[in-house]
């Protein structure tokens, strides 16, 4: 192998490492503290609704007609909404991560069979953790876009929904 070509290797291994170690971190929930009962009846996923118009281009359309705009104002409105953004994107897999583990929880301490439980589970989380990378890919690069915020919300609301209707009877007394 060409010393060019093993250069490039070694780049392409690292960058797989390090992908694989982002992958690892943003699927796992092992320092996630259970959730209460009570929380999870609680949780509401209307709390991330302004999140949804953060990166919308209203506001800085809005000021771009006004006098005094300049272009240093709007990329410092888009740093601080970015920023903002990151933290609701924080706060989401944060919340997911223990609606999650609650109903892993439900699984595990069930005294029937729940797989079909277990495998709506799983692609739900799938779809959060799909939607939650490429949003924050979206906010790292800046250029990229508006991230889908809305996917974050509805893969909350449906996991919720799922914990609802399959909470053991004895949950609701």
């Known amino acids: 192998m060409a010393p060019g070509w093993l250069a490039i290797a070694m780049v392409a291994a690292v960058a797989c490492g390090a992908l694989a170690g982002v992958l690892w971190r943003l699927s796992s929930t092992a320092r996630v503290v259970p959730p209460s009962r009570d929380w999870v009846e609680r949780f509401d996923a209307r709390r991330y609704r302004p999140a949804l118009r953060l990166m919308k281009p209203d506001d800085l359309e809005f000021l771009e007609r006004e006098p005094g705009y ?3 104002i709007g990329r410092r409105l888009r ?6 953004l990151v933290g609701y994107l924080k706060w989401m897999k944060a919340d997911f991560d223990r609606l999650y583990v ?14 079909d439980f277990a495998l709506v589970l799983v692609r739900v989380r799938g779809r959060f953790l799909v939607a939650y ?3 924050r890919l979206r906010l790292a690069l800046g250029w990229a876009g508006a991230p889908n915020v809305q996917a974050l919300t509805e893969a909350l ?5 799922a914990l609802r209707i399959s ?5 609701a007394a």
Do not use: N, Q, W, Y
């Not at 740093?79 to 903002?84: C, E, F, M, N, Y």
């Not at 609650?102 to 797989?115: C, F, H, I, N, T």
């Not at 909470?167 to 949950?171: E, I």
């Open 70 to 72: 300049s272009a240093e």
């Open 79 to 84: 740093a601080a909404r970015r920023r903002a």
């Open 102 to 115: 609650a109903g892993k929880l439900m699984v595990a301490e069930a005294d029937s069979d729940r797989s």
């Open 133 to 135: 990378a490429k949003a």
């Open 157 to 161: 609301e449906d996991i919720r929904f």
């Open 167 to 171: 909470a053991p009877a004895d949950a």
